[in-house]
């Protein structure tokens, strides 16, 4: 039997758990080498349209589905993700990869010899690395695009954005290229896609999942985290990667217990707070209309739902700190040496005048008050959970955007449509995503779970009653190739 034939009885990723496939491949009822081949396909046949990988090693992938097959035709216990092919979003190493990052300036430099410690623990668990997802220049923005590879689009509509940064990653799971891939979510670039693509997310508390080595910019912001349709299969990935390593300083202690078994039977949230807009500013209305009728839902069941309005003071302390710390802290630094240079004329261009104006504004200084202000956000914000499991609010203000546009609310193109997420990035906090319904065009509507610190089996298991109790499972339509 052929490889081609191999993958004809191989579920669509989409209809089967990650757990479940795995399992599958563990008891032998499907090869390792059919589900890889499985996805090879998918990729031939969907990436055209969609350019969610950037990058593909096809006989890399046969290779290490082979040699999995081996080992279990041998008896070995291979790992939990045994078989599963994963994309690998283009700002983490994946050895024999190019780590673009989605900038001309990288695009010749030598393909990595090592794997990030993420990427290398996936491995680790039997997973198998097909290639590498598009990416933002420097996962820089809510979009995903960039002058090396182009533009990625949304399965659900190939006019529209997938969201950013991760949207390479969430394209290529929600299309079922792959079952699973690498996220990292600096300012919302886990949750937006997750969203946008109409799949539950997690941003895990910092220092979870190790970033690096070596260790990756944004360290103020950043951490990184497995993607996948569901908040099950997510947990199912967490359980592989997370725990403390030493290239990553803000490293936490591994969990005693597993996270997916957390989430068997989860418990209700007793006390939420639901807030529209926590900072008063505009929401789109059928964001807010469909986030309100999930939480009515969680109403129903016992739980006590109280409403607020704006939760800082002042009301934009969130963009004040986000934005010299998301550009001044770590990316301007890394394309200082490129200003003045032919180079900086292949930056993305609304990136080169951010950047031009934090090399030119963001000082020590202002690093620093930055990051008190982050410290007061994180003060106020315990403030206002105390006595509340989780505050609930929309995932985005605005509408899914056409790529290169911006998010609209009640029709009208808005910069800030995507201002709630970087709160969670701020404050350090575990924050999860989950499709609450659609707009009237048919696009996926994101609601977000924001957690205590540290409490990210809390925001996986309200994430996971969210999924249980809205009963939705959306899978966009295949994609005409015709």
Known sequence: MSQREAAVDVPDFRTVSVEALASMVQDRKLSAAAVTEHALERIETLNPQLNAFVALDADGARRQASAIDERLDAGDDVGPLAGIPVGVKD????????????AMHLRDTPPVAADSTEVARLRAAGAVIVGKTNTPEFGCMGDTYNNVFGATWNPWNLGRSPGGSSGGTAAAVMSGMVPAGTGSDGGGSIRIPSAMCGMSGLKPSHGRVPSGPPPLGLLDLSCVGPMARRIRDVAYCLDAVIGPHPS???????????????????????RVLWMPSFDGGPVDSEIVASCAAAIERLATQGVDVVEATTLFDPADLVSQAFAPLFLGGSIAPAFRALLGTPAWDDVTDWLAVALEDALETVTVDTLAQARQQSAELSMQLGEAMSGFDAVLMPTMAGQTPVVGGNGTIDGVEIE??????????????PAGTVCSGFTGDGMPIGLSVLGHQTDDVGVLQTVAVLEDLLGLDPIPPDISVG
């Open 248 to 270: 990553d300083l803000r490293s936490l202690p591994a969990p005693t217990e597993s996270w997916r078994r957390a989430l068997d039977d989860p418990p209700l949230p007793r």
């Open 91 to 102: 700002l983490a190493d994946a050895a024999g990869f190019v780590t673009t990052r989605g």
């Open 416 to 429: 800030n449509w995507v201002r709630f997420t970087p709160l969670a990035n701020l404050t350090r906090r």
